[in-house]
């Protein structure tokens, strides 16, 4: 159980386009998700959390208009990267905690490779 | 504030024990986790202990807490070569955002 996928796994684009990153829930009800940045060879940043049907929370420094971010259900959240630029590429790695499995822990999805040329 | 310290790597020989050690600053952290990560993947949970607990163990994984210290650490007994990728030691606050070690590149070798 707490199974977590995002979709793409890996997605390459031009500056300037627009990309959504699906993180879903399979096996439970989502009724938080995080949203995290990570460089290579660094450590995970927290850039966002998102409850299901209420607004983001944002971490100091990022911005929430660049990186926006839906939780429209209990089993799926998207982060969309506004005009994508090449320092946006990185590693965006969601988790979710919720209903049905233990809540004092987040589980994690297997991460979305982002390439912007 | 919020700081995660880890050292970096870690090599050992395959069979070996492997220890890795954490420490965190704030004091009134209430779970303590720790998370595996290999190549171009995500997170792992591996355990996590609450910080009113001074160990835990799982099959081959030992968590120690050593809460006067702020000192975390997770042994691997009978290290194997899939063992190999980067651990990260977290901390959080009840529900709240898990910060992040700056993660432990775990090599073992045959």
């Known amino acids: 159980g707490a199974v977590v996928s995002q979709h793409p796994s890996r997605v390459i684009c031009k500056s300037g386009t627009s990309v959504k990153i699906e993180c879903r829930s399979l096996?439970?009800?989502?009724?938080?998700m995080f949203w995290y940045r990570q460089f290579p060879k660094q450590s995970l940043m927290l850039m966002a959390t998102?409850?299901?049907?209420?607004?983001?929370?944002?971490e100091q420094g990022v911005e929430k208009d660049k990186f926006l971010i839906n939780h429209a259900s209990l089993t799926l959240s998207t982060l969309t990267v506004a005009s994508a630029h090449p320092e946006d590429s990185s590693f965006y790695i969601c988790?979710?905690?919720?209903?049905?499995?233990?809540?004092?822990?987040?589980?994690f999805g297997p991460g979305t490779r982002l390439t912007v040329l | 504030g919020e700081d995660v310290e880890q050292s970096l790597f870690l090599s050992v020989r395959e069979g070996d024990s492997s220890v890795i050690n954490c420490t965190y600053t704030?004091?009134?952290?209430?779970?303590l986790y720790w998370y595996k990560q290999e190549p171009g993947a995500g997170l792992q949970l591996l355990t996590y202990?609450?910080?009113?607990?001074d160990m835990k163990q799982d099959q081959r994984l030992t968590v120690l807490l050593n809460k006067k210290d702020k000192h975390l650490s997770l042994r691997i007994a009978d290290t194997q070569t899939g063992d190999s990728a980067i651990y990260f030691c977290?901390?959080?606050?009840?529900?709240?955002?898990?910060?992040f070690g700056t993660g432990t590149r775990l090599l073992v070798s045959p």
């Open positions: 988790s979710a905690r919720g209903s049905g499995v233990s809540t004092d822990t987040q589980y």
């Open positions: 096996d439970f009800q989502a009724t938080t």
């Open positions: 998102s409850n299901e049907g209420s607004k983001a929370t944002y």
């Open positions: 704030d004091s009134s952290s209430t779970y």
């Open positions: 202990i609450f910080s009113n607990m």
């Open positions: 977290a901390e959080s606050k009840g529900f709240q955002k898990l910060v």
